[in-house]
C-alpha cells in the first residue's frame, strides 16, 4: 500500500450505505417515473390517431365521396357532399376540419360517418341523425397521426432531460415536427 492512498478495503459505515442506497432508489423511481410518464404520452398519441386514422381508410360504415367547399372559417369548412359513383347519400351541406383554409370550389376527398357530427340531418347541422366527415387519402392519413407527432414531440423532453437518452429524444422529437409538417404540406 503506497502511503497518502486510502486503502481500498476502507468500510463504509452503515449510514452512508444506507444513505448510498437510498439515493440510488431515488434514481431509479426518478427514472420509471419519467418512463412511464413518456410512455404515457406517446400511448395517448397512438390511441387517439389509431380511431382517426381508421376512420380515414377503413371502407365499411363510411361512404367514399368528394365534398365541394363552399366556404372556410375558422377550423371548418363546409360544403355539399356527393358520393362516388352518384350513390345515394348526397347531403347539401357537410363540414369537415380544416387547419388550412381551402379556396371555394377546390374539392376534397372525405369519407361520410353516419354518427359524427358536422352535417345536416333531419335535425339540423350535428343533430343526432347528422353526419361528418373526415378527410381520406394520404392527407387525411397525416392529419390523423398529428396527435401521435404531438405526443412524440411533448415526451422527448420528458426523454432526454428525465431518462438521459439524448440521441432518442432527438430522434423522437424531429420525427414528430417531420410528421407535423409532412400532414400541413399535404393538407
Known amino acids: 500500500?503506497?502511503?497518502?492512498?486510502?486503502?481500498?478495503?476502507?468500510?463504509?459505515?452503515?449510514?452512508?450505505?444506507?444513505?448510498?442506497?437510498?439515493?440510488?432508489?431515488?434514481?431509479?423511481?426518478?427514472a420509471a417515473l419519467m418512463g412511464v410518464v413518456a410512455a404515457v404520452l406517446v400511448m395517448a398519441g397512438v390511441w387517439v390517431s389509431l380511431d382517426g386514422t381508421r376512420q380515414a381508410v377503413a371502407e365499411r360504415g363510411a361512404v367514399r365521396g368528394t365534398m365541394t367547399v363552399a366556404e372556410c372559417d375558422g377550423w371548418t369548412c363546409t360544403g355539399p357532399f356527393a358520393p362516388e359513383g352518384g350513390g345515394e347519400g348526397a347531403r347539401a351541406e357537410v363540414a369537415v376540419e380544416a387547419p388550412v383554409s381551402y379556396e371555394a370550389g377546390?374539392?376534397?376527398?372525405?369519407?361520410?360517418?353516419p354518427g359524427r357530427e358536422g352535417s345536416d340531418g333531419p335535425d339540423g347541422p350535428d343533430g343526432p341523425d347528422g353526419a361528418g366527415v373526415v378527410r381520406t387519402g394520404t392527407a387525411g392519413v397525416l392529419y390523423a397521426w398529428l396527435p401521435l407527432a404531438g405526443a412524440l414531440v411533448l415526451a422527448s423532453p420528458v426523454v432526454g432531460g428525465g431518462l438521459g437518452m439524448r440521441r432518442t429524444a432527438w430522434g423522437a422529437g424531429l420525427l414528430g415536427v417531420a410528421l407535423m409538417g409532412a400532414a400541413f404540406v399535404l393538407l
Open 1 to 30: 500500500m503506497s502511503p497518502g492512498f486510502p486503502s481500498t478495503s476502507a468500510r463504509r459505515g452503515p449510514a452512508r450505505r444506507a444513505g448510498e442506497s437510498a439515493y440510488g432508489l431515488l434514481l431509479l423511481a426518478r
Open 106 to 113: 377546390e374539392r376534397l376527398p372525405v369519407a361520410l360517418w
